[in-house]
């Protein structure tokens, strides 16, 4: 059960939000599943050369320059430097990894009305890509560009003429849009508030044991809200404390980036704390300095606070709830999300995993080989966890 407290460590048992913002939030649309998949999907190819569309090499539309609302979850783009196809752009509000320019999960939205539409790519190595048309997946999962260090063209190819709403996530790097010369792409506005994420590779993805950084708990979380305007910015293996790469990138640092970036959430989620070494009381002092930036940088959003993520493992349960509520009892949120710690928590349990079941608990099926990450469907099932959790606390 989650519940709030104030700045002062009081809990809070009615707790109104009054803001328009939070409002909005505190009346997100019912969802009776978490993702639909399209009955008769489009036919996708991935191509390279002239478009099969307009006959040109290059695209109609710059979404970066021309039509930048459609970019979803970035906030800032440049061309890269690096001998990158000098056409692409990538996100500069990324939180520094190890070699500072891995691509994060982002979004191009847009409406158009013909039976053709595509999207040109530069495709670093491991890009994937998922596409949503209508409110309705083609797949829930990452699908694999098949290529890399290429530009290659995403074709959606519907049969016919009609005014569709394209959702395409993905890692690779934005080049252009096209459909036919008499058809017409315009930008899809996202729904719901503007939120920030802040954590580790249970947030940002894990290779391997999830297909890509758009497919965590996050977008879980996010499509049973009815959120789309989601910003991911977790940077794998940090913490309050850890760094990873020699690179200022823990969880300050990467609020420090986002700030830097001049994104304006109205929603603000850290979850954080899992890869840090160090007692409860060590790991909530370094917590305290990333809630106070979150605090100065954007006053009016909702800070929600959750527990370092716990997928089971015999013996680590106390462990993990010491370190929570240290967390917990430092840090100024207006929401607390715990896992493990409370009713209803933690949410994995038994101590299996893929090639290693037990036959007890769901982490059979949830934990994936590494006994570290989630699955796929482990971040499915997590997200809605988190969902229906944050809307209890929301609506109490």
């Not at 982002?106 to 539409?117: F, G, N, P, R, S």
């Not at 462990?319 to 509520?325: F, G, H, M, S, V």
């Amino acid at each position: 059960m989650a519940y709030m407290r104030d700045a002062h460590g009081r809990r809070l048992d009615s707790f109104k939000v009054a803001d328009a913002r939070s409002d909005l939030i505190r009346h997100a649309p019912p969802r009776t599943q978490v993702r639909r998949v399209m009955t008769t999907p489009p036919t996708i190819t991935v191509y390279s050369g002239n478009s099969t569309i307009t006959g040109a090499a290059a695209p109609q539309i710059d979404p970066v320059t021309a039509m930048p609302d459609c970019l979803v979850g970035g906030a800032g783009w440049a061309h890269p430097t690096n001998g990158w196809n000098a056409a692409s752009w990538w996100r500069t509000d990324r939180a520094l990894d190890v070699n500072g320019l891995t691509v994060a999960g982002y979004k191009i939205m847009t409406y158009c009305d013909q039976a053709k539409y595509e999207a040109s790519f530069y495709i670093p190595s491991g890009a994937t890509y998922r596409v949503k048309v209508d409110d309705e997946y083609v797949t829930t999962t990452a699908t694999s560009f098949g290529v890399a260090g290429a530009t290659r063209w995403l074709q959606l190819d519907f049969g016919t003429a009609a005014l569709r709403r394209i959702v395409i996530e993905t890692t690779a790097l934005p080049i252009g849009l096209n459909t036919s010369v008499t058809g017409t792409i315009w930008p899809a506005r996202p729904r719901g508030p503007r939120v920030i994420a802040f954590g580790d590779s249970y947030t940002g993805g894990a290779t391997g044991a999830n297909g890509a950084a758009y497919t965590t708990w996050l977008s879980a979380m996010a499509d049973t809200l009815g959120w789309e305007d989601i910003y991911q910015n977790a940077v794998g293996s940090t913490g309050y404390i850890a760094t990873v790469g020699g690179q200022q990138n823990n969880t300050l640092a990467q609020v420090a980036k986002a700030v830097a970036a001049g994104i304006q959430p109205d929603v603000v989620i850290v979850s954080s704390g899992h890869n840090d070494n160090g007692t409860p009381t060590e790991i909530a002092a370094a917590a305290v300095p990333v809630y106070a930036a979150i605090r100065a940088a954007w006053p009016d959003a909702l800070v929600v606070a959750a527990g370092p993520w716990f997928v089971g493992g015999a013996g680590q349960l106390a462990t993990w709830a010491a370190r929570e509520a240290a967390i917990f009892s430092a840090v100024d949120a207006d929401v607390f999300i715990p896992q493990a710690t409370g009713p209803g928590v933690p949410w994995f349990t038994g101590t299996g995993r893929v090639g290693a079941t037990t036959g007890v608990g769901n982490s059979d099926a949830y934990v994936y080989s590494d006994a570290v990450h989630p699955t796929q469907a482990g971040h499915d099932y997590a997200g809605v966890r988190f969902a229906e959790t944050l809307r209890e606390a929301l609506s109490s």
